[in-house]
């Protein structure tokens, strides 16, 4: 047996779909490269997962194992909890306990973990790992842009609340106005508990023996260097997409592998192949993103407004939302579906904007896949990755919501037209095309994501 091939990877990631699919699509390339992993999951999350973790296929899992600890709230997570406070505390206790116990499990049957790659927003993770004595490398699933922010907070090196009349000038970003901050940072006193957790990420980031972010080098450049230099040895290892829609290394690598929610795959692409190259808009706000009927029907209004084709993602909880009789009264230039699947409809041709909330992991598909971008952000990270789309990548357009925190359906007609027809949409494609040259340059054989990651493991192996 190969040396590496001993090395045993633990990957515990927080259990929402945005932070599961960076970290898994992180350990298909570990197991890609040889090591063993196992992913470690919420026996909630478990229940949850589409089909069943025993009903994925082999293209989506290849050998990585399973298990599960517990949240303290198996029958269904977060939703049980009165409150976001109680969930992460009771997580906190019964997770440290459970995820121990798991270690000593494995310690005992001939595959002992050797590292333990966590999602930072579980900080108690590295307290356990160092308990038991393994290697621990903690994975930011947001930018490295977002990240420092919240460990320059922490460091009391970013002072809050902020000053609202002046920008913000922070090392190695652009200035940014307050508004562009991370919510929880813009109006803390609206998010405490988010708050609390975004800075206790980095209150024993000391300790960790490895500090991963999903993000790549060309993307972040100043601000990976800035932290490289000031904080700690930072690793870029992004974007963490499916080798297919990349760098095409591995064919059987062609989607994340567990879904909490249930695909339409089939009325999406066949209503896609049916329209002309670069003629759609695509919509989608996330699995997790609510808004309120006004700003629905404003949404609604605008692609109606646009006169261009739309594919619409609304969440069965949102439909009702719906303008009456939308769907049937706009049939002729629009779909609107309750899931798809994302990173088919992104790489479809017939694509040519995505309108999307911005959250890291739509941001790094439709950067990977050339697709520019109508940002819409609502909170936490996504008012920062829409700066950053508009004003520094120029890859997109920023729709600008009115004095009551609405988008109106004619910003978001005229974003969508621009980008489509107009002249402004022509250098945002150009962009777009680099930028995705560029994603797939990283983590492409001796990139430089491809690169650290080699490194890791080296290092792993020979401890």
Same mark, same amino acid.
């Given at each position: 047996m190969d040396k590496r091939e001993k090395a045993h990877c633990l990957v515990l990631f927080y259990p929402v779909q945005g932070h599961i699919n960076p970290m898994l699509q992180f350990s298909k390339r570990l197991e890609q490269k040889g090591l063993k992993v196992t992913l470690v999951t919420t026996r909630s999350v478990h229940k949850a997962m589409h089909g069943g973790a025993g009903e994925q296929s082999p293209s989506s899992l290849f050998s990585i194992a399973l298990e599960t600890i517990s949240d303290g709230y198996d029958g269904g997570g977060a939703s049980q909890a009165e409150s976001i406070e109680a969930y992460l505390d009771c997580f906190r206790k019964i997770g440290s306990q459970c995820l121990a116990e798991l270690i000593e499990k494995l310690s005992g049957s001939g595959h002992p973990a050797d590292c333990l790659v966590y999602d930072p927003c579980m900080s108690w993770a590295l307290d356990v790992a160092k308990r038991v004595g393994i290697a621990a490398a903690a994975f930011f699933t947001v930018s490295c842009t977002v990240t420092n922010i919240f460990s320059l907070v922490h460091n009391g090196l970013l002072k809050l609340p902020l000053n609202l009349d002046s920008e913000i000038l922070l090392p190695g970003l652009p200035p940014l106005q307050p508004s562009d901050a991370p919510s929880f940072i813009y109006v803390p006193e609206s998010y405490p508990a988010f708050l609390k957790l975004a800075v206790d990420q980095f209150s024993n980031l000391d300790k960790a023996d490895w500090v991963f972010c999903n993000t790549f080098y060309e993307l972040e450049q100043e601000v990976v260097?800035?932290?490289?230099?000031?904080?700690?040895?930072?690793?870029?290892?992004?974007?963490?997409?499916?080798?297919?829609?990349?760098?095409?290394?591995?064919?059987?690598?062609?989607?994340?592998?567990? @879904?909490?929610?249930?695909?339409?795959?089939?009325?999406?692409?066949?209503? &896609?192949?049916?329209? #002309? $190259? /670069?003629?759609?808009a695509y919509m989608s706000f996330g699995s997790m993103a609510?808004?309120?009927?006004?700003?629905?029907?404003?949404?609604?209004?605008?692609?109606?407004? @646009?006169?261009?084709?739309?594919?619409?993602?609304?969440?069965?909880?949102? &439909?009702?939302?719906? #303008? $009456? /009789?939308?769907?049937?009264?706009?049939?002729?230039?629009?779909?609107v579906v309750s899931w798809c699947p994302q990173l088919e409809v992104l790489a479809h041709e017939a694509v040519g904007c995505f309108v999307t909330h911005c959250g890291w992991n739509s941001t790094l598909e439709a950067l990977s896949l050339g697709v520019p971008m109508v940002a819409v952000p609502q909170w936490a990270d996504q008012s920062t990755n829409a700066k950053f789309i508009m004003d520094v990548w120029k890859i997109g357009l920023k729709a600008l919501a009115d004095e009551k925190g609405i988008v109106r359906g004619e910003e978001i007609a005229h974003c969508v037209r621009e980008i489509l027809d107009g002249e402004r949409g022509k250098e945002i494609r150009k962009n777009a095309s680099k930028w995705k040259a560029l994603a797939k340059n990283a983590v492409d054989e001796g990139g430089s994501s491809d690169k650290n990651i080699d490194e890791f493991i080296a290092e792993l192996v020979q401890r």
């Open positions: 260097e800035y932290w490289m230099t000031k904080f700690w040895p930072l690793r870029t290892i992004g974007p963490t997409i499916p080798s297919m829609y990349l760098d095409k290394r591995h064919e059987d690598n062609k989607e994340y592998g567990l @879904s909490l929610l249930k695909l339409n795959s089939d009325a999406c692409m066949k209503w &896609l192949n049916a329209k #002309p $190259k /670069g003629s759609v609510e808004h309120g009927e006004e700003q629905m029907e404003e949404l609604g209004l605008g692609l109606r407004r @646009s006169k261009r084709y739309f594919l619409w993602v609304v969440r069965a909880s949102e &439909l009702v939302k719906l #303008p $009456k /009789g939308f769907a049937e009264e706009t049939s002729e230039k629009g779909l």
